[in-house]
């Protein structure tokens, strides 16, 4: 049975176990997929060991996507350029990274949700890992601009830097922020596990904005809130890209992107029910 594991720290809440499962399931594979608690300290030990153990596959989330990309053997141009990987595929010599949130992201927006991002105003709050990921997917969209916005502004102009031969990207305080209107603005600060939303000026939604949340569940409603308070009139969290990152995942390991529609519609209904 091929061996998956994704790695965190916290990690006993993730979906990923559920969702991997759900797509071995379609694709008709025995797998096993687990959730491994592991400290930073111990990061590159127990990379190490489920290498050897022959794991075929990781993920790795919070706080590891930044010191596995250091890990890795090699890396995919976008993951390199990010300096984050979230998917970690098996060579012979040790681990290959890439990084699949920024195309899960995308694919959300515009399969599932239809929006276009073409010629658009984007928005990006934060500029931690999960930015660092998005960023050049988002611009391969060719967006008007691309504006990130951080509470620490070397971080948000050190993005901008790192990524700015690709398209129209600039740099931006939350105050500074003032006066600016915005097609699809996507949070992707983790402001809301603390039950908080970032500070934002009011009237940064043009009309017909998407409001997204890279965050689901309880973590994404502090944003949502803010939004529906501001008046967008499109707004979603973030489970469409869980979901579709771990497709794009699956891909790589496996060679076949499932179908999600189906593992999307079954987290929704639990969440619900
Ligand atoms: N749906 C998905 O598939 C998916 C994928 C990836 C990530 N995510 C979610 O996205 C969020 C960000 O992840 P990450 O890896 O980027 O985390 P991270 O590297 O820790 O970065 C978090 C960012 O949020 C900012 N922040 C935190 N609290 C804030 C506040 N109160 N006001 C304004 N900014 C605040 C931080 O600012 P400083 O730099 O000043 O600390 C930093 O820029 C997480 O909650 C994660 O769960 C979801």
Redesign the pocket.
């Known amino acids: 049975m091929d061996r998956y594991a994704v790695l965190g720290q916290p990690v006993a809440h993730s979906l990923s176990p559920r969702i991997h499962a759900q797509f071995a399931r379609q694709a008709g594979a025995e797998i096993s997929y687990q959730a491994i608690e592991v400290a930073p300290a111990n990061l590159a030990e127990r990379l190490a060991e489920l290498h050897a153990q022959g794991y075929r596959g990781l993920n790795l989330t919070?706080?590891h996507?930044a010191a596995g990309a250091a890990a890795c053997v090699s890396a995919g141009a976008a993951a390199l350029r990010a300096g984050a990987v979230n998917t970690l595929v098996r060579l012979e010599q040790g681990w290959h990274g890439e990084n699949t949130?920024g195309p899960?992201l995308v694919q959300d927006l515009a399969g599932n949700l239809g929006v276009a991002l073409a010629g658009r105003r984007i928005l990006v709050l934060?500029?931690?890992?999960?930015?660092r990921?998005i960023v050049e997917p988002l611009l391969r969209q060719a967006p008007a601009e691309l504006v990130v916005a951080?509470?620490?502004p070397w971080?948000a102009e050190e993005l901008a830097a790192a990524f700015k031969t690709l398209g129209p990207i600039r740099p931006c305080t939350f105050l500074a922020l003032k006066g600016d209107r915005f097609d699809i603005v996507l949070n992707?600060?983790?402001?809301?596990?603390?039950g908080?939303a970032?500070?934002l000026p009011a009237g940064l939604l043009a009309a017909g904005a998407l409001a997204y949340d890279?965050?689901?569940g309880r973590?994404a409603a502090p944003f949502l809130e803010w939004a529906q308070a501001q008046g967008a009139q499109q707004r979603s969290d973030?489970?469409g890209?869980?979901v579709e990152?771990a497709a794009e995942a699956f891909a790589l390991w496996r060679g076949l992107r499932p179908s999600t529609a189906p593992v999307l519609q079954a987290l929704r209904s639990d969440a619900a029910g």
């Open positions: 919070v706080p996507k949130d899960g934060g500029a931690g890992g999960a930015a990921g951080g509470r620490n971080k992707a600060t983790s402001a809301g596990h603390r908080e970032p500070r890279l965050n689901y973590a973030g489970l890209m869980l990152q």
